[in-house]
């Protein structure tokens, strides 16, 4: 069973920054692609960054050169530094891992275990 579990959420305002954290074991770092999702009320659950196993990274252009996806191998943590904040990217943001291919790695179907989510929100 796989295990993910994400904090660092909170409330920040617009133009600052946040780090989540999500912790894992061993076998969802080195056998899965990571990702981090999120979902606004409302609105559907949609892929912001990933992760594959080598360290290779895709972004949604709503992220693209504000997040950045990392992870560190010594003790089995994914991050994603967020800077910039916008008011739209107020959500629950969620760690995920899944065997999604390179060529079609931010579809949810693809990502069987989740993590229970850490709330951000962001003021303007």
């Known amino acids: 069973q796989v295990k993910l579990m994400e904090s660092g959420g909170g409330s920040v305002q617009a133009g600052g920054s946040l780090r989540l954290t999500c912790t894992t074991s061993?076998?969802?770092?080195?056998?899965?692609?990571m990702a981090w999702f999120r979902q606004a009320p409302g609105k559907e659950r949609e892929a912001i960054a990933t992760?594959?196993?080598?360290?290779?990274?895709t972004y949604a252009d709503s992220v693209k050169g504000r997040f950045t996806i990392s992870k560190d191998t010594a003790t089995f943590t994914l991050y994603l530094q967020m800077n910039s904040l916008k008011p739209e990217d107020t959500a629950m943001y969620f760690c995920?891992?899944?065997?999604?291919?390179?060529?079609?790695?931010?579809?949810?179907?693809?990502?069987?275990?989740w993590g229970q989510g850490t709330q951000v929100t962001v003021s303007s």
């Open positions: 995920a891992a899944g065997h999604a291919p390179p060529t079609d790695p931010m579809a949810s179907v693809w990502y069987h275990f």
């Open positions: 992760i594959d196993s080598e360290g290779s990274t």
């Open positions: 061993e076998y969802s770092y080195s056998a899965y692609r």
